[in-house]
């Protein structure tokens, strides 16, 4: 059974750095099997957004208001998803949550697109 799992949330005072982590546990090893993870994020009133998504591929894709900030990684294996954070803004404020999906297209605009979900954690940057 496919399970994520993130931690590393906080809060930081704005131009600070976090390093988010996703556990994933219990998805298809297979080469054949194309997957996206990603990281999205959600404001108190607001959509749930992406953030930066990649896949088995090595494509890689971020929403334009983090680009140059943020940089997603996944180890080898994709048993562990990271998302680094930099110069990071008080608007960086949300939930944070892993997803993933099996398949090749990977958007970073559509998170009802992604099956899997971790449970959240909280980014609070304070100017």
């Known amino acids: 059974q496919e399970q994520l799992v993130e931690s590393g949330g906080g809060s930081v005072q704005a131009g600070g750095s976090l390093r988010l982590s996703c556990a994933a546990s219990g998805f298809s090893s297979s080469i054949s099997k194309n997957k996206c993870m990603g990281w999205f994020r959600q404001a108190p009133g607001q959509e749930r957004e992406g953030v930066a998504i990649?896949?088995?591929?090595?494509?890689?894709n971020y929403a334009d208001s983090v680009k140059g900030r943020f940089t997603i990684s996944q180890d080898n294996a994709w048993k562990t998803l990271t998302l680094q954070m930099n110069t990071l803004k008080p608007e960086d404020t949300a939930v944070y949550y892993c997803?993933?999906?099996?398949?090749?297209?990977?958007?970073?605009?559509?998170?009802?697109?992604?099956?899997?979900w971790g449970q959240g954690t909280q980014v609070t940057v304070s100017s």
């Open positions: 997803a993933a999906k099996y398949g090749a297209y990977c958007p970073v605009g559509s998170p009802d697109d992604y099956s899997y």
């Open positions: 990649l896949n088995t591929n090595g494509y890689r």
